[in-house]
T-cell receptor
């Protein structure tokens, strides 16, 4: 069974630009969660999508948004990038969300200059 | 307001000895706890979990202990091996929101 894939793996943007990250969950999984990892804050929850609906949301500004498609693939968008958005963005898929086991992708490392 | 705290950013342990990673939480509504391990350039991988109805769960070299009254859990790795060098994240689920809250992680170095 293929694992969780994230594209691109690395991205360099400048302040004010916008970026879209993509996540393909494990086949059959309907829940996709997004996390931001920074050295100072650890892993912080951004949002979770389940069957194309946002089910949970963390404490991030509205510049961070996402969506999920009918095939469970998910995209995360960050608009008006700030230097502090530089981080590793991880996506995790699980069968049903909640307590079902999460499988993480390798992440997308975003650098904002 | 950090609900899950890992107060040691790093820990060094001799190979063959016991590694003990600690985690504290503040929300008494949490009822399921997980440990993840992360190598550089890879996503976290699930290691072991424990439900709040238990106080211990064991899986091979890994044991997680839960002390609900102290709102504290710990991960014991015995014996520690070089491949255990990684960042370990403690996470909790439950409470008002149906999402997993992670700690900031502890970097474990296993010394030869």
């Amino acid at each position: 069974k293929a694992g969780v894939t994230q594209t691109p793996r690395y991205l360099i943007k400048t302040r004010g630009q916008q970026v879209t990250l993509s996540c393909s969950p494990i086949s059959g999984h309907r829940s996709v969660s997004w996390y931001q990892q920074t050295p100072g804050q650890g892993l912080q929850f951004l949002f979770e999508y389940f069957s194309e609906t946002q089910r949970n949301k963390g404490n991030f500004p509205g510049r961070f948004s996402g969506r999920q498609f009918s095939n469970s693939r998910s995209e995360m968008n960050v608009s008006t990038l700030e230097l502090g958005d530089s981080a590793l963005y991880l996506c995790a898929s699980s069968a049903t969300g909640g307590l079902s086991e999460q499988f993480f992708g390798p992440g997308t490392r975003l650098t904002v200059l | 307001d950090q609900q899950v705290k890992q107060n040691s950013p790093s820990l060094s342990v001799q190979e063959g000895r016991i590694s003990i990673l600690n985690c504290d939480y503040t929300n008494s509504m949490f009822d399921y706890f997980l440990w993840y391990k992360k190598y550089p350039a890879e996503g976290p991988t699930f290691l072991i979990s424990i439900s709040s109805i238990k106080d211990k769960n064991e899986d091979g070299r890994f044991t997680v202990f839960l002390n609900k009254s102290a709102k504290h859990l710990s991960l014991h790795i015995v014996p520690s091996q070089p491949g255990d060098s990684a960042v370990y994240f403690c996470a909790a689920w439950g409470g008002r929101d149906d999402k997993i809250i992670f700690g900031k992680g502890t970097r474990l170095h296993i010394l030869p």
